[in-house]
């Protein structure tokens, strides 16, 4: 009989994953191939849910997907922080919160592995190309519908259980209480994370039609990437893009 391996196990196994790519892209000179992925990936989000960053009671949710999931930031500290404290996880909190961080784990690890293999495209092509059809192209080599999906499923089922602990007060409270010790023990960037989803869900309500509209959305993007013609597809995200406003 397969023993499941316990919340600090796949923590760790995806994190290490995570820290192995980033040895790999420095040595390979991908860096910027994969910062510059990311940064269109992030612009074609501020498109996509220009509404939502816009709206009063939507804009704090849309800005934690977009700054602590999808970002252009070095997100090596707050992994550190995870699998320094990923064994006390469970002993610590209730298992919906080791859950949550099992999720942001693999979509975390989902998100680098599958960004790192459009990097290696986007530098094999010419840099002259928009860079609408050279991210389709890199896009269509990559592959990997099934990576694509899960990551999507992964985000989803983050966002129910945070709507889910929000409405968990004492949890709250003690997660307030932590600042000072986690500033203290050098978990600061772990904190950060963990209030500002919770602050953001909190402000959010109910949060189906948010998630819903993220899955609807996400969806419709993936099988046009997929799907489409590269020309349709290439105008698609042309259009996209010039629809973004500016990073704040």
């Not at 510059?36 to 501020?46: D, N, T």
């Not at 500290?77 to 909190?93: N, P, S, T, Y």
């Not at 840099?127 to 896009?139: F, G």
Request: proline share 4%.
């Amino acid at each position: 009989m397969t023993t499941r391996p316990s919340a600090a196990e796949q923590i760790r196994s995806h994190l290490e994953r995570v820290s192995a790519l980033r040895q790999q892209a420095s040595s390979a000179g991908l860096d910027r191939a994969v910062r510059g992925v990311k940064e269109l990936q992030a612009q074609r989000f501020r498109a996509t849910y220009g509404d939502f960053l816009r709206h009063p009671v939507y804009a704090p949710t849309a800005r934690f997907f977009l700054d602590e999931l999808y970002g252009v930031h070095d997100f090596a500290q707050r992994d550190a922080q995870f699998a320094r404290i990923a064994g006390a996880l469970e002993r610590l909190f209730p298992e919906a919160v080791a859950q949550l961080a099992i999720d942001l784990a693999e979509a975390h690890a989902l998100t680098e592995v599958l960004d790192h293999e459009m990097a290696t495209y986007w530098l094999a092509q010419a840099d002259t190309l928009p860079d609408a059809l050279r991210y389709t192209r890199a896009w269509r080599l990559t592959g990997n519908r099934e990576a694509r999906a899960r990551q999507l499923a992964v985000v989803q089922h983050m966002g129910q259980e945070l709507q889910r602990l929000t409405r968990m007060k004492p949890l709250r409270l003690a997660l307030r209480m932590m600042r000072n010790p986690a500033r203290a023990a050098g978990l600061d960037a772990l904190q950060h994370f963990l209030e500002s989803g919770f602050d953001a869900f909190a402000s959010l309500g109910d949060a189906r039609a948010f998630l819903d509209t993220i899955h609807e959305r996400e969806l419709r993007w993936i099988d046009l990437l997929f799907d489409a013609s590269e020309s349709d597809c290439r105008d698609a995200l042309s259009a996209e893009l010039a629809r973004a406003p500016s990073p704040p």
